[in-house]
């Protein structure tokens, strides 16, 4: 396996949705740096798309094109796709989880 650059973790360390994505880079022995995140700094998203929304927790992975992604459910489903042997979620649950908007 390549090496991979670690993935950019916005956070803020008490948020259980934060936790979630950080349970998901340890799962799948993903390297990480975790940044804690406050919205009147918004100066450490400033490579972000500026669509993104800015709520935690969002995700920069320097080995997918600098993808960013917000929301720990998306990010879970990404990190799936992109780095599982195993999938945590089937294509079944997939595309009912796809018929819920995110906002």
């Known amino acids: ?3 991979l650059e670690p993935i950019r973790l916005y956070q803020i360390p008490f948020s259980h949705f934060c936790d979630k994505v ?3 880079l340890d799962f799948f022995s993903l390297p990480y ?4 995140y406050s919205p009147r700094e918004p100066q450490t998203l400033e490579h972000a798309p500026p669509t993104l929304q800015k709520l935690v927790p969002i995700i ?19 990190l799936d796709y992109h780095y599982a042997l195993f999938h945590l979620y ?4 997939i595309d009912i989880i796809n018929l819920f908007p995110y906002h």
């Not at 740096?33 to 804690?36: G, S, T």
């Not at 320097?62 to 960013?68: A, G, H, I, K, V």
């Open 90 to 93: 089937s294509l079944m649950d």
């Open 33 to 36: 740096k975790l940044i804690n």
């Open 60 to 78: 920069e992975d320097p080995n997918n094109e600098s993808l960013f992604i917000s929301d720990s459910t998306p990010i879970l489903l990404c």
């Open 1 to 3: 396996m390549e090496k």
């Open 22 to 24: 950080r349970w998901a």
